[in-house]
């Protein structure tokens, strides 16, 4: 079992009142597999995505990733598996304005240790290369369309071969031409053996994974599989 | 992110906020330009007089001159004084350790001849080691020698006044020249010193005022006694001072059987005490260089300060992608503080800049004024600088860097979504 949770909670102090964001999450992924994580706005879904993400950190419960209790973890070592483990595709690609793809995707290899600049950027440009972006690699974000700049966003969270692909809203900000294409490379790299994790609102979008978990209020209300 | 990647946002964030920069970076500029435009004057103009104190040749000099004793006992007392004498010289040179030179002195005036010219002058007999003794220069010919000394030679340096005053422009050294009725001839003239317009009158005219002979020439031919009328002497470094002229003292006494018939001239102390106020002086303008400089500098890193602030909340996002993809909390507030150092650093280079210019503008402009003066750049001045621009740096950016580090990664990237 590659993820496996027991229990999440997540609660909010916010004063006068507490919000819980998670009430008790407990389910698991096995290495390989292509999920969605479902639920209007306001069910929990960001929150757990959060924490899958290593982002941030349950209130109780246990989280385990490939074999290690994360929900111990801080700071550091939190950075580490978010670095190692994890990599995050986001609704509005969240790319670095001023620096060109290759830097963009090279990022998380900055922080990965033990790599040279130009070792780093042989590593960049071949992700670039297999998400189709051979030929864009010294343009800037804004020098792209949504469907590049998301795809430039894949090769970033590939970039690390990390055990896991969190994909937050991918195509909430692109066309629907647009969008099939990226949900493409999605479907692809699960093909390839990839574990990918879906957060979505959109059932057409949760139509491409093998599984679905449906959150709603803070917990998961339905399973299914396609 | 690494150091030179984060210097070279640093750099990337002057260039893209150009007026914004320039403004932050004004009161550094300003800052650094006073450091080290200051420590170059107040050091130039401190070194300058510093130098004259020591071409002046009485640093660590003491005149040990006769003296009529006082005492109660009378006219017994007065026969048993013997004088200053040239074996005086010997044994104090033997004796004790803190003397470096010392050379007995014959003076007397007498009229001075060569062919038709003639005046006054002062009649100095020494030995050659006067001359280092009291750091004199030599213009033409040479100094006396031992070998004058041995064996009375009737040689002459004269002092350039002198000379002038008996050859005009025309060259003395080999001519003849008459000291009372007795003949010698010149092998030397010595050169003025040149002091600066500052350091005002440095009486070196006495010295120029004289011909110089041998001691032994002295003696024999122009005062006829074995008296001396003083000893020059120089010990070897200023921590001497005290011990030097109190074992002078001593030996002196036991060798004039505890006749106090002398008189010890203390001019080093009066050099060191003249240093001194000097110091003082320099250490008060640096006393108003620091402040100057501090208060701009503050003033540069409160900009600094508030700019970093703005940065670090336009680039809230930056931040969030880079601890999305694994930044280390150290790793954000290194790059933040880099950058800081960068821009403060690069506003100190502009300000040595600054500080070069005016270094050199005051030396053009005392030029101007006819002030013979050259203020060299200070490089202790410059490291100075410098090291301030980095210290702001450092100081004002911790506080934006530890902010840029303890940003909530989910919120600083949904706060642009």
Same mark, same amino acid.
């Given at each position: 079992?590659?993820?496996?949770?027991?229990?999440?909670?997540?609660? @909010?102090?916010?004063?006068?009142?507490?919000?819980?964001?998670?009430?008790?999450?407990?389910?698991?992924?096995?290495?390989?597999? @292509?999920?969605?994580?479902?639920?209007?706005?306001?069910?929990?879904?960001?929150?757990?995505?959060?924490?899958? !993400?290593?982002?941030?950190?349950?209130?109780?419960?246990? @989280?385990?990733?490939?074999?290690?209790?994360?929900?111990?973890?801080?700071?550091?070592?939190?950075?580490?598996?978010?670095?190692?483990?994890?990599?995050?595709?986001?609704?509005?690609?969240?790319?670095?304005?001023?620096?060109?793809?290759?830097?963009?995707?090279?990022?998380?290899?900055? @922080?990965?240790?033990?790599?040279?600049?130009?070792?780093?950027?042989?590593?960049?440009?071949?992700?670039?290369?297999?998400?189709?972006?051979?030929?864009?690699?010294?343009?800037?974000?804004?020098?792209?369309?949504?469907?590049?700049?998301?795809?430039?966003?894949?090769?970033?969270?590939?970039?690390?071969?990390?055990?896991?692909?969190?994909?937050?809203?991918?195509?909430?900000?692109?066309?629907?031409?647009? !969008?099939?294409?990226?949900?493409?490379?999605?479907?692809?790299?699960?093909?390839?053996?990839?574990?990918?994790?879906?957060?979505?609102?959109?059932?057409?979008?949760?139509?491409?994974?093998?599984?679905?978990?449906?959150?709603?209020?803070?917990?998961?209300?339905?399973?299914?599989?396609? | 992110?690494?150091?030179?990647?984060?210097?070279?946002?640093?750099?990337?964030?002057?260039?893209?906020?150009?007026?914004?920069?320039?403004?932050?970076?004004?009161?550094?500029?300003?800052?650094?330009?006073?450091?080290?435009?200051?420590?170059?004057?107040?050091?130039? =103009?401190?070194?300058?007089?510093?130098?004259?104190?020591?071409?002046?040749?009485?640093?660590?000099?003491?005149?040990?001159?006769?003296?009529?004793?006082?005492?109660?006992?009378?006219?017994?007392?007065?026969?048993?004084?013997?004088?200053?004498?040239?074996?005086?010289?010997?044994?104090?040179?033997?004796?004790?350790?803190?003397?470096?030179?010392?050379?007995?002195?014959?003076?007397?005036?007498?009229?001075?001849?060569?062919?038709?010219?003639?005046?006054?002058?002062?009649?100095?007999?020494?030995?050659?080691?006067?001359?280092?003794?009291?750091?004199?220069?030599?213009?033409?010919?040479?100094?006396?020698?031992?070998?004058?000394?041995?064996?009375?030679?009737?040689?002459?340096?004269?002092?350039?006044?002198?000379?002038?005053?008996?050859?005009?422009?025309?060259?003395?050294? *080999?001519?003849?020249?008459?000291?009372?009725?007795?003949?010698?001839?010149?092998?030397?003239?010595?050169?003025?010193?040149?002091?600066?317009?500052?350091? *005002?009158?440095?009486?070196?005219?006495?010295?120029?005022?004289?011909?110089?002979?041998? =001691?032994?020439?002295?003696?024999?031919?122009?005062?006829?006694?074995?008296?001396?009328?003083?000893?020059?002497?120089?010990?070897?470094?200023?921590?001497?001072?005290?011990?030097?002229?109190?074992? =002078?003292?001593?030996?002196?006494?036991?060798?004039?059987?505890?006749?106090?018939?002398?008189?010890?001239?203390?001019?080093?102390?009066?050099?060191?005490?003249?240093?001194?106020?000097?110091?003082?002086?320099?250490?008060?303008?640096?006393? =108003?260089?620091?402040?100057?400089?501090?208060?701009?500098?503050?003033?540069?890193?409160?900009?600094?300060?508030?700019?970093?602030?703005?940065?670090?909340?336009?680039?809230?996002?930056?931040?969030?992608?880079?601890?999305?993809?694994?930044?280390?909390?150290?790793?954000?507030?290194?790059?933040?503080?880099?950058?800081?150092?960068?821009?403060?650093?690069?506003?100190?280079?502009?300000?040595? *800049?600054?500080?070069?210019?005016?270094?050199?503008?005051?030396?053009?402009?005392?030029?101007?004024?006819?002030?013979?003066?050259?203020?060299?750049?200070?490089?202790?001045?410059?490291?100075?600088?410098?090291?301030?621009?980095?210290?702001?740096?450092?100081?004002?950016?911790?506080?934006?860097?530890?902010?840029?580090?303890?940003?909530?990664?989910?919120?600083?990237?949904?706060?642009?979504?």
């Amino acid at each position: 079992m590659l993820i496996r949770t027991e229990e999440l909670t997540k609660s @909010y102090d916010l004063g006068a009142a507490e919000v819980r964001a998670l009430r008790g999450v407990t389910f698991g992924i096995e290495e390989g597999e @292509y999920v969605a994580i479902m639920g209007p706005s306001g069910s929990g879904k960001s929150t757990l995505m959060h924490i899958l !993400g290593c982002l941030d950190t349950p209130s109780t419960g246990r @989280y385990f990733l490939n074999g290690t209790e994360v929900s111990e973890l801080h700071g550091r070592e939190l950075a580490r598996v978010r670095n190692k483990e994890i990599g995050f595709v986001f609704q509005n690609f969240n790319l670095l304005p001023r620096v060109d793809l290759v830097a963009n995707v090279a990022l998380p290899l900055v @922080y990965h240790g033990g790599m040279n600049r130009a070792e780093r950027r042989k590593q960049a440009v071949r992700a670039l290369e297999s998400v189709g972006l051979g030929h864009r690699l010294k343009h800037r974000p804004n020098e792209l369309s949504g469907g590049e700049r998301q795809r430039a966003s894949i090769a970033r969270a590939l970039v690390t071969e990390p055990s896991i692909l969190l994909a937050d809203e991918p195509t909430g900000n692109l066309d629907q031409k647009t !969008g099939r294409e990226i949900m493409g490379i999605l479907d692809e790299l699960s093909k390839a053996g990839k574990t990918v994790i879906l957060v979505t609102h959109d059932s057409n979008v949760a139509a491409h994974a093998r599984r679905t978990v449906e959150i709603e209020d803070g917990t998961i209300a339905r399973e299914g599989r396609a | 992110m690494n150091v030179l990647e984060s210097i070279a946002s640093g750099l990337a964030s002057i260039r893209s906020h150009k007026l914004r920069s320039s403004l932050t970076l004004f009161g550094i500029v300003v800052g650094v330009a006073a450091v080290v435009a200051m420590t170059s004057f107040v050091g130039g =103009i401190a070194g300058r007089i510093w130098e004259d104190f020591d071409k002046l040749g009485l640093d660590n000099v003491l005149f040990v001159g006769n003296m009529r004793p006082v005492n109660p006992e009378g006219y017994a007392y007065l026969k048993a004084s013997k004088g200053l004498s040239f074996e005086d010289t010997e044994i104090l040179r033997a004796e004790v350790d803190e003397i470096l030179g010392i050379t007995p002195v014959v003076a007397d005036y007498k009229v001075v001849r060569a062919g038709s010219e003639a005046r006054r002058a002062e009649i100095f007999a020494a030995t050659p080691d006067g001359f280092y003794l009291l750091k004199f220069m030599l213009g033409q010919g040479r100094f006396l020698s031992d070998m004058d000394v041995e064996r009375n030679a009737r040689v002459a340096v004269l002092g350039e006044i002198v000379k002038e005053d008996l050859f005009g422009e025309a060259n003395a050294v *080999g001519e003849d020249i008459l000291i009372g009725d007795e003949h010698f001839k010149v092998v030397g003239v010595l050169r003025q010193k040149d002091f600066s317009e500052m350091f *005002g009158a440095s009486g070196q005219e006495e010295e120029h005022q004289r011909v110089y002979i041998p =001691i032994t020439a002295g003696m024999y031919y122009i005062s006829g006694t074995k008296r001396i009328a003083y000893f020059a002497v120089r010990l070897k470094s200023d921590a001497d001072l005290a011990t030097g002229y109190d074992k =002078i003292h001593k030996t002196l006494l036991r060798e004039h059987r505890q006749v106090e018939d002398f008189q010890i001239e203390n001019v080093a102390e009066e050099i060191l005490r003249a240093r001194q106020q000097v110091g003082q002086i320099v250490s008060v303008w640096n006393g =108003i260089l620091s402040t100057i400089a501090t208060v701009s500098l503050l003033v540069g890193g409160i900009g600094l300060l508030s700019v970093l602030i703005i940065s670090v909340n336009e680039r809230l996002r930056e931040i969030g992608i880079r601890k999305a993809v694994g930044a280390e909390d150290r790793a954000i507030f290194q790059q933040f503080l880099i950058e800081s150092v960068t821009i403060s650093a690069f506003g100190g280079l502009v300000g040595i *800049g600054l500080g070069v210019g005016l270094t050199k503008l005051m030396t053009f402009g005392a030029q101007q004024m006819g002030q013979d003066i050259f203020i060299p750049v200070s490089g202790g001045g410059i490291l100075l600088g410098l090291s301030f621009a980095i210290g702001v740096g450092i100081l004002f950016g911790l506080y934006p860097a530890i902010k840029a580090s303890k940003l909530d990664p989910i919120e600083a990237i949904s706060r642009y979504a």
